[in-house]
């Protein structure tokens, strides 16, 4: 599965978009993007995931770029209880695991 | 809703004792998981099972068993439990393929 690379952490005013970017340069043509994210005490949460066309849910949208090396993660409009660690997960769809970095820590401030 | 539950989520063991993890999902899925965490090492795989009585060693299965003997639990064992085993234990399932994995809410084991 193909590495990924994270801010360690942003921060982002309540009410207003998150954007977190990932880095995915050796992504394969058959990788699927993901992204979980884990609230503090609580176990990760899936939140979306695409191959190459731009997603969204109503939880976030994602954003990958024509070339597939990079991707970016939207939550429209921040709320404090947003604040998580974010990780973002390159591998092929199915399979039996996922493997988590270290992510991006998002605080989200009043 | 989707759920999947751990039988505590906190608990203290002394050095030597056998401990206990309990996993339960209620989604009828295959795909059994789990995992440590631990400050600045992320999530690790210890063990996975993808049917009954079916298991696979993860990236970290030394110390560990498990044991799934109903599609529904999957039980983590630490045999003598050490120190270096204290940590967030998470557990996790998900059907075939994979796209979304659950996860349980985690135990914090303290091992003293």
């Known amino acids: 599965d193909a590495k990924t690379t994270q801010p360690t952490s942003m921060d982002c005013a309540e009410g207003r978009a998150a954007n977190l970017p990932c880095n995915h340069s050796t992504i394969s043509g058959n990788e699927y993007v993901y992204w979980y994210r884990q609230i503090h005490s609580q176990g990760p949460q899936y939140i979306i995931h695409?191959?190459?066309n731009n997603e969204t849910n109503e939880m976030a949208s994602l954003i990958i770029t024509e070339d597939r090396k990079s991707s970016t993660l939207i939550l429209p409009h921040a709320t404090l209880r947003d604040t998580a660690v974010y990780y973002c997960?390159?591998?092929?769809?199915?399979?039996?695991?996922?493997?988590f970095g270290a992510g991006t820590i998002l605080r989200v401030k009043s | 809703d989707v759920k999947v539950t751990q039988s505590s989520r906190y608990l203290v063991k002394r050095t030597g004792e056998k401990v206990f993890l309990e996993c339960v999902q209620d989604m009828d899925h295959e795909n059994m998981f789990w995992y440590r965490q631990d400050p600045g090492l992320g999530l690790r795989l210890i063990y996975f099972?993808?049917?009954?009585?079916?298991?696979e060693k993860g990236d970290i299965p030394e110390g560990y068993s498990v044991s799934r003997e109903k599609k529904e639990r999957f039980s983590l064992i630490l045999e003598s439990a050490s120190t270096n085993q204290t940590s967030m234990y998470l557990c996790a399932s998900h059907r075939d393929p994979l796209v979304e994995q659950y996860f349980g809410p985690g135990t914090r084991l303290t091992v003293t």
């Open positions: 695409g191959l190459k």
């Open positions: 099972s993808y049917d009954v009585k079916m298991k």
């Open positions: 997960i390159v591998r092929v769809k199915g399979g039996n695991k996922l493997v």
